[in-house]
């Protein structure tokens, strides 16, 4: 790396160092999103302590799968709509390299 330049996952200092503010429904909603999460793990874990048929399981592990990866969109459209766009604003436009490497890390 150049003198000066800093690395993607450095760039994005204002989800680091402050909090997201998120209004009351956003958070609900969050929220709502990883509990339905944790029960379907939950879920498959009972699955596999009552030996049930390895099919029901992986199809129990794609639901949890995609439901994680909604979740993940939507932490995303936060970023870009809070954080890049801000610093973008700012003439930042450095933080769109560390956005494009967490577009890559939701494969």
């Given at each position: 790396m150049r003198k000066g330049q800093t690395e993607a996952r450095?760039?994005?200092?204002?989800?680091?160092?402050?909090?997201?503010?998120r209004d009351a429904v956003q958070q609900k909603n969050l929220q709502n999103r990883?509990?339905?999460?944790?029960?379907?793990?939950?879920?498959?874990?009972?699955?596999?302590?009552?030996?049930r048929y390895c099919?029901?399981?992986?199809?129990?592990?794609?639901?949890?799968?995609?439901?994680?990866?909604?979740l993940g969109y939507v932490m995303l459209e936060e970023h870009m709509m809070t954080c890049v766009a801000?610093?973008?604003?700012?003439?930042?436009?450095?933080?769109?390299?560390?956005?494009?490497?967490l577009m890559k890390k939701l494969k």
């Open positions: 450095d760039i994005c200092a204002c989800c680091r160092q402050k909090n997201t503010p990883i509990n339905r999460i944790i029960g379907q793990l939950k879920g498959i874990q009972g699955m596999i302590e009552n030996n099919g029901d399981v992986l199809v129990q592990i794609g639901a949890v799968e995609s439901a994680l990866q909604s801000e610093g973008v604003q700012q003439g930042n436009t450095e933080i769109l390299a560390e956005a494009v490497e």
